[in-house]
């Protein structure tokens, strides 16, 4: 079944019809931020430091850093991580 733009990033919880590679991303649970080349760009099981790192990327990407705050935050709640706390 190929990936679709209904749901959200099982990682971050963008919603898939934000991804910038839409249903053209490599993995059907992930976003192309937090899935690329094959692999998890943040392999950790750390979420404060996947949280650092989200910001830190959000920001690159021209976004504002209250945002990026309140994006790390929602993440939090993401199922890869409610396993992990």
Same mark, same amino acid.
């Given at each position: =079944?190929?990936?679709? @733009? *209904? ?5 971050? @919880? =963008?919603?898939? /019809?934000? &991804? ?6 490599? *993995? ?10 094959? /692999? ?5 099981? &750390?979420? #404060?430091?996947?949280? #650092?790192? =989200? $910001?830190? %990327?959000?920001?690159? #990407?021209?976004?504002? /850093? $209250?945002?990026? *705050? @309140?994006? %790390?935050?929602? %993440?939090?709640? %993401?199922?890869?991580? #409610? /396993?992990?706390?």
């Amino acid at each position: =079944m190929g990936n679709t @733009l *209904h749901g959200y990033c099982q990682s971050c @919880l =963008m919603p898939f /019809k934000k &991804d910038p590679k839409g249903a053209g991303r490599e *993995h059907a649970k992930y976003c192309s931020y937090c899935y690329t080349n094959g /692999k998890l760009m943040y392999e950790g099981t &750390d979420v #404060r430091e996947f949280k #650092r790192a =989200m $910001i830190k %990327a959000i920001v690159a #990407r021209g976004e504002s /850093k $209250i945002k990026a *705050h @309140l994006f %790390a935050y929602m %993440a939090g709640f %993401a199922p890869r991580w #409610r /396993k992990k706390a």
